[in-house]
């Protein structure tokens, strides 16, 4: 089909004056990646693009391995009170004397569930993003970032750490404002951010190397 509409295309390109379409250029455009787009209104929309961009950062350049064990004991927590929900909205009430009861039970049960999980997210998450294994120093690295509503000023915040989770030293912090990674049409320009992602990381390394 291809040679066919080669075939036919070919003469009317020629009238036109277009020239067809050379391999290698088909090849730049097949590996073109264009810019992310993102609604500039929306203020959550650009934040995940953000956070999203340093974390891969931190693991795609730098090597660093997320910690998903927190996350997985969230997962859990969560697939469990899903069960639990379930659980109450099939079981047969009329069928079994203490229906209610447990019907009652599993309703709790994802109350407290649920509000657990919210208390986790507020005052143990905060404004974590990501939180990484330790490295071939036995050191935690992990990133946070800050951005008020209705605000352009975006905090991002590096922690180093030992095994146990104490600080080491003092927080690398680097407040940009998100106007300059964003075109007026919503264009990312994702390797402004990584440039300050590797300012932040290469002030990391330098002070491990001055200890």
């Not at 569930?113 to 990501?130: A, M, P, R, T």
């Not at 407040?175 to 440039?195: H, K, M, N, P, R």
């Amino acid at each position: 089909m291809a040679a066919i509409f080669d075939t036919i295309i070919s003469p009317i390109r020629t009238v036109l004056g277009c020239p067809k379409t050379t391999e290698k250029e088909e090849d730049l455009d097949s590996d073109y990646d264009p810019a992310p787009v993102v609604d500039i209104c929306d203020q959550t929309a650009l934040r995940h693009m953000l956070d999203e961009t340093c974390a891969s950062y931190l693991t795609d350049v730098v090597g660093l391995w997320e910690d998903e064990y927190s996350e997985n004991l969230k997962l859990a927590l969560m697939a469990f009170a899903c069960a639990v929900a379930l659980v109450g909205q099939f079981f047969p009430i009329n069928k079994f004397w203490y229906g209610r009861y447990l019907v009652g039970c599993c309703c709790a049960t994802y109350f407290i569930c649920s509000s657990v999980l919210q208390l986790v997210y507020w005052y143990v998450d905060e404004n974590i993003i990501i939180k990484c294994r330790p490295d071939f120093d036995g050191k935690i690295v992990q990133l946070r970032t800050e951005l008020e509503r209705y605000e352009t000023n975006y905090k991002i915040i590096l922690e180093i750490m030992d095994k146990t989770g104490e600080l080491i030293g003092k927080k690398i912090e680097k407040e940009v404002d998100i106007s300059q990674f964003f075109t007026s049409d919503g264009c990312f320009y994702e390797a402004g951010l990584d440039a300050i992602m590797k300012d932040l990381v290469d002030i990391h390394y330098l002070k491990q190397k001055d200890q």
